[in-house]
């Protein structure tokens, strides 16, 4: 199956969140390929999700990794802290992201991790 890009809105983020909680049970993940077209969706009015995958590697007890893709000028949740590693891939657009106050874009040539 060839692999076809998926356009939406404005903006596609890419966010993997990497957790060390010792009280979330994850099952390892199956090494694989996730096509695009198969991975389950959850639609909100601004925001779109895909799951691509979720568990424990040898690495990580848990890691988690999903697209989000947004409309123009939208945020996919209200402000908040992570406690865990969190890595935002910009695929198109533009990103403002605001950590401890200050404000950074993200451009497609750029990434974040805190």
Request: proline residues 7%; glycine residues 6%; contains cysteine.
């Amino acid at each position: 199956m060839a692999f076809q890009p998926f356009s939406f809105a404005f903006k596609l983020l890419v966010g993997l969140a990497l957790s060390f909680s010792l009280s979330a049970q994850h099952q390892p993940i199956a090494s694989g390929v996730y096509v695009w077209k198969g991975l389950p969706v959850s639609k909100k009015a601004s925001v779109e999700q895909r799951q691509i995958l979720e568990g424990t590697t040898p690495a990580f007890k848990h890691l988690k990794v999903h697209a989000t893709t947004l409309k123009p000028h939208q945020a996919p949740h209200p402000s908040h802290k992570h406690s865990d590693e969190e890595l935002v891939i910009v695929k198109e657009g533009e990103l403002t992201v605001t950590i401890e106050g200050f404000k950074i874009k993200k451009s497609p040539t750029r990434c974040k991790l805190n």
